[in-house]
């Protein structure tokens, strides 16, 4: 009988050790995702985050692009209201451009099109830092913005920034901050506000 009760203590430890390492890993994953500068807390199981007005983030629509289309590298992401809450990802593999569609409420891809390829989609598929390092550069430039509505890349002079808007004045929810990265070094400037 003894032996049988020092089993039993023994499997129920095990069950509470590994539910406290699940425990940790998900809050570990909580951290490095709000930490890192995706703009809002992690996808729930029905799509939805806290602190994002249309429910998914700029940096799930894009990883949910790079699902899509494995092959090709983002280079721009924007958050439109036309026909309802959406991402559109911009995505190049090759000389080829593609936009990808991701519904903002419920992370759900609606369709890929064809799109144009210019030389600021070019240099940004070879740029050093790439878009989702960007936007976490100039979230840590920006930790209190609102989240990220927009990043593109754009030939600034002969050089490659990436500008990441936060906030989204299309739904008149204020005025928005523009955080500039350079796309060789990752360097952040200071935010600018864009009425």
């Known amino acids: ?8 203590a023994a499997v129920g430890a095990g069950v509470l050790a590994v539910a406290g390492g ?3 890993v998900l809050a570990a994953q909580h951290h490095d995702t709000t930490a890192h500068g995706t703009g809002a807390s992690p996808v729930t199981a029905s799509g939805s985050t806290a602190g994002s007005a249309d429910g998914v983030p700029l940096a799930t629509a894009v990883r949910t692009a790079q699902h899509r289309l494995p092959d090709a590298t983002p280079v721009e992401a924007d958050l439109d209201h036309d026909g309802g809450p959406h991402w559109e990802i911009d995505m190049l593999s090759g000389g080829t451009g593609r936009t990808v569609y991701v519904d903002a409420t419920t992370g759900d891809v609606q369709r890929v099109t064809s799109d144009h390829v ?6 940004a598929a070879r740029a050093k830092v790439d878009l989702l390092s960007a936007v976490r550069a100039a979230r840590q430039e ?3 913005a609102p989240a990220p509505s927009e990043a593109d890349a754009d030939l600034d002079g002969g050089t490659l920034v990436w500008e990441v808007t936060f906030g989204d004045d299309d739904e008149g929810n204020g ?4 955080v500039t990265v350079d796309s060789a070094t990752g360097h952040a400037a200071p935010p600018t506000t864009d009425d």
Do not use: K, N
């Not at 005025?175 to 523009?178: A, F, I, N, S």
């Open 1 to 8: 009988m003894r032996l049988r009760t020092t089993i039993i």
């Open 22 to 24: 699940t425990t940790a």
């Open 118 to 123: 210019d030389a600021d989609d070019r240099a």
């Open 142 to 144: 920006a930790p209190h």
């Open 175 to 178: 005025t928005e901050q523009v």
